[in-house]
């Protein structure tokens, strides 16, 4: 296994994957929790509607033969994953579903001789997390936080929009509004995008794949967790040193965590203090009305506006692709 020896942070700019096109084939796997298979059918529909070509993996149909929570064993759905990225005919990966077990699965994967392969993305959000936090750090891709095959907001229009838009015409994504978000500390920073689900931050927090917040705009979502749970999680992330120096942060979503009375006051208390601009609420992440978000991209953040403008797409567009010479990080300002 390659070492964390990038030292990535959120100041690092990513390789940015090229954009699908129509025609490409996309991985679906599980690297978690077995799928519901009942959605399966609907998702793989949505992808084949968009023109993309679903590859489905024997993960997605795997049940719990090592724990009722584990898709399969750790080592396949490792194998999976470093097949699909090996796998020139694969353009890019979408994941089933989320659950627990991406941090099982990093444990078993095997990167060496990826650091060769062409950045292609990453596309999922959740248990994903401790994915794409490891694409980062051990090859250098940015990715996109969005919705999954198999969960029930896949398909639905606001989300599924969202989430093909980035995928295949990052050109015209270049602000993100959150008109339901609320301004915790205001203010403007520049970043770049990372984050994801908040226990997954906080349990990767002291291996090889962690990808610390320093000069980076943080979103941080979750779901059915009590308020004192975030507040450890949070607390978490403070002392461990993984927010040092970060230049803002967006919370999202907060599902099913109890009433807006009982999480708010956690965001603030442990968020506000961090002198940077801070906004809560933004619809990213569990609970439908899912707006897809980048990881690893070059944005600036305007807590007051509730906007993040993105200074570079979050994939490379296909017109940049077929121009010669263009830089999959050049600035675009």
């Not at 997605?60 to 080592?75: F, I, Q």
Request: net charge negative.
């Amino acid at each position: 296994m390659l070492g964390n020896d990038r030292s990535r942070d959120g100041a690092t700019p990513f390789a940015r994957p090229p954009a699908l096109r129509p025609g490409d084939r996309v991985a679906v796997l599980t690297l978690s929790s077995p799928a519901q298979h009942v959605l399966l059918a609907d998702g793989l529909d949505a992808l084949r509607f968009a023109g993309l070509e679903p590859v489905v993996y024997p993960s997605v149909r795997a049940s719990g033969t090592v724990h009722p929570y584990l898709a399969g064993d750790d080592r396949s759905r490792a194998a999976e994953l470093r097949q699909a990225l090996l796998d020139e005919s694969i353009a890019g990966v979408v994941f089933a579903c989320g659950g627990y077990g991406a941090q099982r699965t990093l444990e078993a994967m095997d990167w060496s001789g990826l650091e060769h392969v062409a950045p292609k993305v990453l596309s999922g959000y959740s248990d994903v997390t401790a994915i794409l936090e490891a694409i980062a750090v051990k090859l250098g891709w940015a990715s996109l936080m969005s919705a999954m095959v198999c969960c029930g907001e896949f398909a639905q229009s606001y989300t599924f929009s969202s989430m093909l838009r980035a995928l295949m015409s990052p050109e015209r994504v270049r602000e993100l509004h959150y008109g339901e978000a609320v301004t915790v500390v205001g203010g403007t920073a520049r970043g770049t995008t990372l984050g994801g689900n908040l226990a997954l931050l906080a349990s990767s927090v002291g291996t090889d794949t962690s990808l610390p917040a320093r000069g980076g705009i943080l979103l941080l979502e979750d779901e059915q967790e009590n308020d004192y749970r975030v507040d450890r999680m949070l607390t978490q992330l403070r002392r461990s040193g993984y927010l040092d120096g970060v230049a803002a942060v967006i919370a999202g979503s907060w599902y099913q965590c109890g009433t807006v009375e009982q999480i708010h006051p956690v965001l603030t208390d442990r968020l506000g203090d961090l002198g940077v601009p801070v906004i809560a609420w933004a619809n990213v992440g569990h609970g439908g009305r899912f707006q897809s978000f980048p990881i690893g991209v070059r944005a600036e953040l305007d807590a007051d506006r509730r906007t993040l403008r993105l200074l570079d797409p979050p994939l490379v567009p296909s017109v940049e692709r077929e121009q010669p010479g263009m830089s999959s990080t050049a600035s675009r300002d």
